[in-house]
């Protein structure tokens, strides 16, 4: 834990919760194992949507579609929403839960590889959701920095990997030195890109938020 367990307890017991499906899609996937987006990191969602109002949404990793649909419900005004995804079994499983929701029309899943995908996008977006594979965040940045506007706001999350991030490459597992080297790499450049301005907070499993300089 980042922030001490108690304190997340108690701010997340504040929360006024979901829709009924998005509880029951949330409850199906955590009973799958499947992750998602964590119950503090779905409020500041809500309240980022409120306060920005994105008409055009990209997502990357989708799973089984709670984050997209989570963005659909609670963004006060129509949009569109893009979400990619890579891993096979989880694709039929979001496009169900896009039906249920009746959100076929809004939510458009692309299956592959984001480092495929991201170059075809030909729209920008206002809002963009990076919650794909964590190792591959540097290398998908510059372009998502390509498809997101002037003003747009970048969201990344898991970026502090359970506080890890801040040991040494030694101290964390051999298996996942990789992925601490490449985010730590991704939290320099986006903190020091000249086209953003950005803050990383410890929300969730910690979090970067971005606005691309107008």
Same mark, same amino acid.
């Given at each position: 834990?980042?922030?001490?367990?108690?304190?997340?307890?108690?701010?997340?017991?504040?929360?006024?919760?979901?829709?009924?499906?998005?509880?029951?899609?949330?409850?199906?996937?955590?009973?799958?194992?499947?992750?998602?987006?964590?119950?503090?990191?779905?409020?500041?969602?809500?309240?980022?949507?409120?306060?920005?109002?994105?008409?055009?949404?990209?997502?990357?990793?989708t799973a089984v579609g709670f984050?997209?649909?989570?963005?659909?419900?609670?963004?006060? /005004?129509?949009? @569109?929403?893009?979400? !990619? &995804?890579?891993?096979?079994?989880?694709?039929?499983?979001? #496009?169900?839960?896009? $039906? +249920?929701?009746?959100?076929?029309?809004?939510?458009?899943?692309?299956?592959?590889?984001?480092?495929?995908i991201l170059p075809e996008l030909?729209?920008?977006?206002?809002?963009?959701?990076?919650?794909?594979?964590?190792?591959?965040?540097?290398?998908?940045?510059?372009?998502?920095?390509?498809?997101?506007?002037?003003?747009?706001?970048?969201?990344?999350?898991? /970026?502090?990997? @359970?506080?890890?991030? !801040? &040991?040494?490459?030694?101290a964390v597992t051999r298996r996942? #030195?990789?992925?601490? $080297? +490449?985010?730590?790499?991704?939290?320099?450049?986006?903190?020091?890109?000249?086209?953003?301005?950005?803050?990383?907070?410890?929300?969730?499993?910690?979090?970067?938020?971005?606005?691309?300089?107008?």
């Open positions: 834990m980042i922030v001490e367990e108690r304190l997340t307890t108690y701010i997340n017991s504040l929360s006024q919760g979901n829709t009924a499906l998005l509880e029951e899609i949330e409850r199906e996937a955590l009973e799958a194992y499947v992750p998602v987006i964590r119950r503090e990191m779905q409020q500041f969602l809500k309240w980022l949507l409120t306060l920005k109002k994105p008409e055009k949404i990209l997502e990357i990793g984050s997209a649909l989570l963005m659909a419900e609670y963004n006060p /005004v129509a949009c @569109e929403i893009i979400t !990619i &995804e890579n891993y096979e079994k989880r694709i039929p499983i979001a #496009r169900e839960n896009f $039906k +249920r929701a009746g959100r076929e029309e809004t939510i458009t899943l692309l299956q592959g590889d984001a480092q495929d030909k729209e920008n977006y206002d809002f963009i959701f990076m919650d794909g594979a964590k190792g591959q965040y540097i290398s998908f940045l510059p372009m998502v920095l390509q498809r997101l506007k002037p003003g747009g706001v970048l969201v990344s999350d898991n /970026v502090l990997q @359970e506080g890890d991030i !801040i &040991e040494s490459r030694f996942n #030195r990789t992925i601490h $080297k +490449r985010m730590r790499e991704y939290l320099y450049e986006i903190t020091h890109n000249k086209y953003l301005v950005t803050a990383v907070l410890p929300l969730g499993d910690g979090i970067t938020v971005s606005t691309k300089v107008e």
